[in-house]
């Protein structure tokens, strides 16, 4: 079964600090991962995709990192805004014959606090 | 350029009761789906249509949900009979086409309190 397992749950932070969430996924056959961002009340936006031939990826004060040999992601945020207070959620897409099955992840809720 | 707009933004109704949400994607994307997202968990999908056709509505409860895309364009999703559980935010989203490392845009969401 596919899944997606994110870290931490939540994580609270000062402003101005920066932070690193992970994302761990078994998910086959894997196609990109994706990072969202979702504000509350809102839907999510995306932030990156990457391939698997793709390390990193850069958005802004986000960068995605990706190895695709252990599964595994993170996403960074340099020098935090209290804008940043969002859900994160990172999506694994797997894709067979061109038809796409994203597997979502549950999200780290970070809080910016000043 | 206007996002996927969906409407309602809320909507409270008894138990029992039926309810429509109806989703306008952006002009020209193929692809539509219908997501369901629980407090504190990731969105899970529906129905994705590509065009008119729904291609995958494995996950969708056929007992009581419905979804139609008349035209390839704007969509519905239904519930009739509404049950407590299915208290929830109702996410759409469309890309421009289905295949693999295609972004999708969502909307903002109908959040659906069932009493």
């Known amino acids: 079964k596919n899944q997606v397992e994110q870290s931490p749950q939540s994580l609270i932070i000062l402003e101005g600090k920066n932070c690193t969430l992970q994302?761990?996924?078994?998910?086959?056959?894997?196609?990109?991962l994706r990072w969202y961002k979702q504000d509350t009340g809102r839907g999510p936006v995306s932030l990156t995709i990457?391939?698997?031939?793709?390390n990193t990826k850069s958005n802004g004060r986000y960068t995605a990192t990706l190895d695709a040999d252990t599964k595994q992601s993170s996403l960074h945020i340099t020098a935090s805004q209290l804008s940043d207070s969002a859900s994160y959620i990172c999506?694994?897409?797997?894709?067979?014959?061109?038809?796409?099955?994203?597997?979502f992840g549950t999200g780290t809720r970070l809080t910016i606090i000043p | 350029e206007a996002g996927v707009v969906q409407s309602p933004r809320y909507k409270i109704i008894e138990k029992k009761q039926p309810v429509a949400f109806w989703c306008n994607p952006i002009?020209?994307?193929?692809?539509l789906y219908w997501y369901r997202q629980n407090l504190g968990q990731g969105p899970e999908l529906l129905i994705r249509y590509e065009n008119e056709e729904a291609v995958d509505d494995s996950q969708l409860p056929k007992d009581r949900f419905s979804a139609e895309r008349l035209k390839g364009v704007d969509s519905t999703l239904k519930i009739q009979p509404a049950e407590l559980g299915d208290s929830a935010v109702y996410l759409c989203?469309?890309?421009?086409?289905?295949?693999?490392?295609?972004?999708?845009?969502f909307g903002q969401g109908t959040r659906l309190t069932v009493v």
């Open positions: 994302c761990n996924y078994t998910v086959s056959p894997f196609s990109n």
């Open positions: 002009s020209g994307h193929n692809t």
């Open positions: 989203a469309s890309s421009p086409q289905g295949g693999a490392n295609t972004e999708a845009f």
């Open positions: 999506v694994v897409s797997a894709a067979n014959f061109g038809n796409e099955k994203l597997t």
């Open positions: 990457m391939t698997f031939s793709e």
